[in-house]
């Protein structure tokens, strides 16, 4: 499916020069001088290569067509991530070259979305709003306020985020998936 490059998102799987792209990052630039551009920089899902291409916006771009599919997280052992499709009890493993740096914030029968191209999974999409407990932070410092509104934080799945200074050890927070960012406080 071609898009226009002006709706190139983190996230996306792209056709480009013969091989399959995620999309890590894009800056949409509107310079002074000459037409607006995509800047966007690729990850390939074959080659685990990195890519930085710039799309003029009036560029089109072949979209992958994804299956995807729900699946429910089940348990994770040394080599394999392990989930169930709710619907026809289906079990499947996915490397963690596929789920990466997401699968820290798995937990236990949490439904998440399986992007395949032509039957191989190519990546998972977590929901966009995740339930962490804070492990440990800084204790905020009267006064602070003025330099810095936030301070480091790391959760119970080993992550480390940036949180407000009124959040203490042990309190439970929600977080973005897609930004890794503190949303607010439960």
Known sequence: MKINATEIRVGMILEHKDDLWEVLKINHVKPGKGGAFAQVEMKSLNKSTKLNERFRSSETIEKASLDEIKYNFLYKDENDFHFMNPDTFE????????????????????????????????????????????????????????????????????????????????????????????????
């Open 91 to 186: 079990q499947i493993n996915l490397n963690h070259n596929i789920v990466g740096e997401k699968g820290k914030l798995l937990s236990e029968s949490i439904e998440v979305s399986i992007n395949f191209h032509n039957e191989v999974p190519l990546s998972i999409t977590l929901p966009n709003q995740i339930t962490c407990k804070i492990d440990t932070t800084d204790v905020a410092l009267k006064g602070q306020t003025v330099s810095s509104s936030y301070k480091p934080a790391k959760l119970d799945n080993g992550l480390s985020i940036q949180v407000p200074p009124f959040i203490e050890n042990g309190d439970k927070v929600i977080i973005d998936t897609r930004t890794m960012e503190y949303i607010k406080k439960i």
